[in-house]
Nanobody, 124 residues
Framework: QVQLVESGGGWVQAGGSLRLSCAAS????????MGWFRQAPGKEREFVAA????????TYADAVKGRFTISRDNAKKTLYLQMNSLKSEDTALYYC?????????????????WGQGTQVTVSS
């Protein structure tokens, strides 16, 4: 079965960096676009970044552009999110998702499987 397992979250001071990982199994990882979303307490899950299945195309939310970098290693079946210059407003539960197809790859409905999330807390 499809499994996505995030790791790498933690506590960091504002201005610091973290690298999130998402290990995929149970499907052909290299055939699917992947994305990162986040959800802060009391807010809806929002788009952060996405990467095409061969990694040639990426897209970012305006709030993280220039600070976050999404990448993937298809041989290791792993998705990454390098987060630099972190701000307190980046505090959230971060999820990786597999795009099932169809809709805009920045939209929640386009993703059919999710991990359990990894918490990122940025202290100002």
């Amino acid at each position: 079965q499809v499994q996505l397992v995030e790791s790498g979250g933690g506590w960091v001071q504002a201005g610091g960096s973290l690298r999130l990982s998402c290990a995929a199994s149970g499907y052909s990882f290299s055939s699917y676009t992947m994305g990162w979303f986040r959800q802060a307490p009391g807010k809806e899950r929002e788009f952060v970044a996405a990467i095409s299945y061969v990694g040639g195309r990426t897209t970012y939310a305006d709030a993280v552009k220039g600070r976050f970098t999404i990448s993937r290693d298809n041989a290791k079946k792993t998705l990454y999110l390098q987060m630099n210059s972190l701000k307190s407003e980046d505090t959230a539960l971060y999820y990786c998702g597999r795009r099932g197809g169809g809709s805009d790859w920045r939209k929640l409905v386009a993703y059919d499987y999710w991990g359990q999330g990894t918490q990122v807390t940025v202290s100002s």
